[in-house]
């Protein structure tokens, strides 16, 4: 077991200068966006496929010593405000232009809030190479009534070039501190690309395994949250580790059964990769949603999602709740509430129509 | 989400008497058996198809009072030793006897430790009604070289009854306490009689789902001790939530590949069900296993597990070191160790031959 991973060869050929290699830009500069860099980084130095640099768009902001974040990250190698402490390689150029950013790379990573997505799609048109390929690190998309608006879809609609998607039980900070992770990438036709992918961003301490399953990865890094939920609730209520493992195991199988329903190619075997049973049990045992639904039960529901969360987290999102109330109107238009009812409960929980203990009364009817 | 299980209906119909029912007895009393009992006699109170009356077989005791655990089980409707506190119900009744507790039961619920139902078995040679059907509780096996010594396979062999197995995240006072939790019903060929066993043990706050894979649904519970020990490897090692989700996850997929591969039969939504994920989640994050190999890890492997076990179980036996140990003779009898670093690695770390953190140095080339 003491095998490493075959990216890790301490010296680049000599034979890499003058031959085609990959361009990288990641786009953003968050927690997870700066995490991400730091992994590529140390790839590219090393694989002869990567050319050394990896451009990074930063959303540019002046800190409080009023110096601009992108020339503190250029001199220093850290991002000193989402990742303090951690040098993210000498090959991370930090750039506020987006444009200027991603025009010469052929592999694009995506890894922003959500909801900006569609905006910087925007920005983006005609703007990147035609034969780019792209990947997000994205978790969290609106669902509609339609159906989810998944970011690798909103990426290959507006932007024209395929997209996969990277999605594990992967806290930031800890993947930062070097400890050992797993993450799965998600792909639609060429495992060729997904696997460039994966060497891309693997390390010794961070296995990625390709799986041909783009929307069933991408979907378990949103639905997760609507299950940490209800592990939450079950914290709040002291019910002990053997509901709250009954509940986790309910949530993934509504997780599987909802995935499948709104997109047939889904697999089961996914939901046993890292971002599926990894990612949840990652959520469902720290996390914000767990934790603002802790003391939701705690309060008898009697203090608001709304509420709890500003005292609790400081400005940072939940995202659990928002996606309850969107599943829960994508399983009413579709009449399928009988076969979810942990979902359902969860969201009617939520808008205090049934009160936190009812997360544990439970028929025997549910989906499979 | 209110709906209750079908099985609670308050009285039992009128028309009950003369009909043939089915007779219970449940072989063991301890802490889990001593559940499974009141689980049973709160079914065969309501239920038409079975007889009212549940009898346990008791091993004989003499408590420090010095009377008799049967009698004391009989007059207090109370297992006084094991299950102190709960009710088990007025209509079970404590026998001392092994031959004439089962002797008019159609139904046989074996629940002892593994290590005696091949003694238990020899003793009923003949003693059994012919169609008399079995249901094994009892988590753990012994592994040998040829592969795992299956009780549900000791049972039908040794007494030519069919045999199937109920296992899940299941802790005795979690549920003696009413706390919602799940088990999976595991059988060969008829749904019916599972279906049966189902009716007899599920209650509103205990849901049991029939999976016809008898081998896979026991496998699971002796193989999660030996991913509960990786688990508890992490926790002692501060390693973060992050990478415990990921060896629980690769320690789930062994699991499966394993059982696989010594019966082709086992199928992979097993392990979606309770007996599967939900058990694994409850062990790794309770659990006499995890407990001593985190105190293991504290001490940086420098103290045996036998010392630890002692030290902190005050006689109660860890079953993942003997169970790691013997699925490692079957790796290496049949070739199959690199498939597995997660077991393998397991063993190892306990018989002092790699240092407790060898359990997150992994390659890619483990186990699908």
């Not at 995490?35 to 496929?49: E, G, M, R």
């Not at 050319?51 to 010593?65: A, I, K, T």
């Not at 090959?91 to 025009?103: H, I, S, T, Y």
């Given at each position: 077991?003491?095998t490493?991973?075959?990216?890790?060869?301490?010296?680049?050929?000599?034979?890499?200068?003058?031959?085609?290699?990959?361009?990288v830009?990641?786009?953003g500069?968050?927690?997870w966006?700066?995490?991400?860099?730091k992994?590529?980084?140390?790839?590219?130095?090393?694989?002869?496929?990567?050319?050394d640099?990896?451009?990074m768009?930063?959303?540019?902001?002046?800190?409080?010593?009023?110096?601009?974040?992108?020339?503190?990250?250029?001199?220093?190698?850290?991002?000193?405000?989402?990742?303090?402490?951690?040098?993210?390689?000498k090959?991370?150029?930090a750039?506020?232009?987006?444009?200027?950013?991603?025009?010469?790379?052929?592999?694009?990573?995506?890894?922003?809030p959500?909801?900006?997505?569609e905006?910087?799609?925007k920005?983006?048109?005609?703007?990147?190479?035609?034969?780019?390929?792209?990947?997000?690190?994205i978790?969290?998309?609106?669902?509609?009534?339609?159906?989810?608006?998944?970011?690798?879809k909103l990426?290959?609609?507006?932007?024209?070039?395929?997209?996969c998607?990277?999605?594990?039980a992967?806290?930031?900070n800890?993947?930062?501190l070097?400890?050992?992770?797993?993450?799965?990438?998600g792909?639609?036709?060429?495992?060729?690309?997904?696997q460039?992918w994966?060497?891309l961003?693997?390390t010794?301490?961070?296995?990625?395994?390709?799986?041909q399953?783009?929307?069933?990865?991408e979907?378990?890094?949103?639905?997760k949250?609507?299950?940490?939920?209800?592990?939450?609730?079950?914290?709040g209520?002291?019910?002990g580790?053997?509901?709250?493992?009954?509940?986790?195991?309910?949530?993934?199988?509504e997780?599987r059964?909802l995935?499948?329903?709104?997109?047939?190619s889904?697999?089961?075997?996914?939901?046993?990769?890292?971002c599926?049973?990894?990612?949840?049990?990652?959520?469902?045992?720290?996390?914000?949603?767990?934790?603002?639904?802790?003391?939701?039960?705690?309060?008898?529901?009697?203090?608001?999602f709304?509420?709890?969360?500003a005292?609790l987290?400081?400005?940072?999102?939940l995202q659990?709740?928002?996606?309850?109330?969107?599943?829960?109107?994508?399983?009413?238009?579709?009449?399928?509430?009988?076969?979810?009812?942990?979902?359902?409960?969860?969201?009617?929980?939520?808008?205090?129509?049934?009160?936190?203990?009812?997360?544990?009364?439970?028929?025997n009817?549910?989906?499979?």
């Amino acid at each position: 077991m003491a095998t490493q991973a075959d990216n890790s060869s301490p010296k680049k050929e000599a034979h890499k200068e003058g031959a085609s290699r990959f361009r990288v830009t990641v786009v953003g500069s968050g927690n997870w966006g700066s995490v991400a860099v730091k992994l590529i980084a140390s790839n590219t130095l090393h694989q002869s496929i990567f050319h050394d640099e990896v451009r990074m768009w930063v959303f540019e902001e002046v800190l409080p010593s009023g110096q601009k974040l992108t020339d503190t990250i250029n001199r220093t190698n850290e991002n000193v405000k989402y990742l303090p402490g951690i040098k993210l390689g000498k090959n991370v150029v930090a750039d506020p232009d987006l444009e200027n950013a991603v025009k010469e790379a052929n592999m694009l990573v995506f890894v922003t809030p959500h909801q900006f997505m569609e905006g910087i799609c925007k920005r983006l048109i005609g703007k990147i190479k035609p034969d780019a390929e792209a990947i997000s690190l994205i978790k969290g998309m609106e669902v509609k009534k339609e159906g989810p608006c998944l970011i690798s879809k909103l990426i290959t609609d507006m932007l024209g070039i395929n997209c996969c998607v990277l999605m594990g039980a992967n806290i930031a900070n800890e993947i930062a501190l070097e400890k050992f992770s797993e993450a799965t990438v998600g792909y639609r036709h060429s495992k060729e690309v997904a696997q460039r992918w994966a060497r891309l961003v693997s390390t010794s301490y961070f296995l990625v395994s390709p799986v041909q399953d783009v929307e069933g990865v991408e979907l378990c890094g949103t639905l997760k949250n609507v299950v940490a939920i209800a592990a939450g609730l079950v914290d709040g209520l002291d019910m002990g580790n053997n509901t709250k493992a009954a509940i986790m195991r309910i949530g993934l199988r509504e997780m599987r059964a909802l995935s499948k329903l709104l997109f047939s190619s889904v697999k089961d075997t996914t939901f046993f990769e890292s971002c599926g049973v990894a990612d949840l049990i990652t959520t469902c045992l720290g996390g914000r949603n767990r934790r603002v639904a802790e003391a939701f039960a705690r309060n008898g529901g009697k203090r608001s999602f709304d509420e709890l969360e500003a005292e609790l987290l400081q400005g940072q999102k939940l995202q659990g709740v928002s996606t309850a109330r969107e599943v829960y109107e994508v399983l009413r238009h579709r009449g399928w509430q009988a076969s979810f009812p942990l979902f359902t409960t969860v969201h009617e929980i939520s808008i205090g129509k049934l009160p936190p203990s009812a997360i544990v009364e439970y028929s025997n009817s549910s989906a499979q």
